[in-house]
T-cell receptor, first 115, second 113 residues
Framework: DAGVTQSPTHLIKTRGQQVTLRCSPK?????VSWYQQALGQGPQFIFQ???????QRGNFPDRFSGHQFPNYSSELNVNALLLGDSALYLC??????????????FGPGTRLLVL | AQSVTQLGSHVSVSEGALVLLRCNYS??????LFWYVQYPNQGLQLLLK??????LVKGINGFEAEFKKSETSFHLTKPSAHMSDAAEYFC???????????FGKGTRLSVIA
């Protein structure tokens, strides 16, 4: 049973550039959430996708956007990168349809460095 | 708004000693509570969770936690530490339902031989 997968594992960008991160949820899961984990901090919620729509959003600017595809995979896009966007980006999946949506399973993350 | 406070950013124990990692939460509704572990350069792995029912929950790798509503706490324990337990531990809370996790800042556990 494949768990949550994310790509790429590492990424280096320069200020002002745009980046796209990808996530495939755990088999049978329909909901994808994205979190940002700055160095030495706990993860912070960015947004959640279900049925290809953004359902909830944390306190992040519009530079952060996302998408969910019909196969439940998801992308996180960040425009106009800032140095402060350097972090580990974590994808988590859960299953709303099965009624266990409270339990989120995390992928290994994408480490983004903005220079 | 929900919040989580993890007391002690770094805890150090000897191998074989009791592990106690503290977590206090704030929530206006009955919470769902979670402990996750993060090994270096990896994602988060679910250790255990409390949703309803028995307040003492057992997780993987010999860890357990007790939900104490009166103390708004959900401390994580393990009777005997092993070297492989060295990692970062995060406590998290969510509302009942499909709401995002709110994490504490984490506690780094070191195990001394």
């Amino acid at each position: 049973d494949a768990g949550v997968t994310q790509s790429p594992t590492h990424l280096i960008k320069t200020r002002g550039q745009q980046v796209t991160l990808r996530c495939s949820p755990k088999s049978g899961h329909d909901t994808v959430s994205w979190y940002q984990q700055a160095l030495g901090q706990g993860p912070q919620f960015i947004f959640q996708y279900y049925e290809e729509e953004e359902r909830q959003r944390g306190n992040f600017p519009d530079r952060f956007s996302g998408h969910q595809f019909p196969n439940y995979s998801s992308e996180l896009n960040v425009n106009a990168l800032l140095l402060g966007d350097s972090a580990l980006y974590l994808c988590a999946s859960s299953s709303l349809a099965s009624g266990t949506q409270e339990t989120q399973y995390f992928g290994p993350g994408t480490r983004l460095l903005v220079l | 708004a929900q919040s989580v406070t993890q007391l002690g950013s770094h805890v150090s124990v000897s191998e074989g000693a009791l592990v106690l990692l503290r977590c206090n939460y704030s929530s206006s509704v009955p919470p769902y509570l979670f402990w996750y572990v993060q090994y270096p350069n990896q994602g988060l792995q679910l250790l255990l969770k409390y949703t309803t029912g028995a307040t003492l929950v057992k997780g993987i790798n010999g860890f357990e936690a007790e939900f104490k509503k009166s103390e708004t706490s959900f401390h994580l324990t393990k009777p005997s530490a092993h070297m492989s337990d060295a990692a970062e531990y995060f406590c998290a809370v969510s509302d009942r339902g499909n709401t995002p996790l709110v994490f504490g800042k984490g506690t780094r556990l070191s195990v001394i031989a």
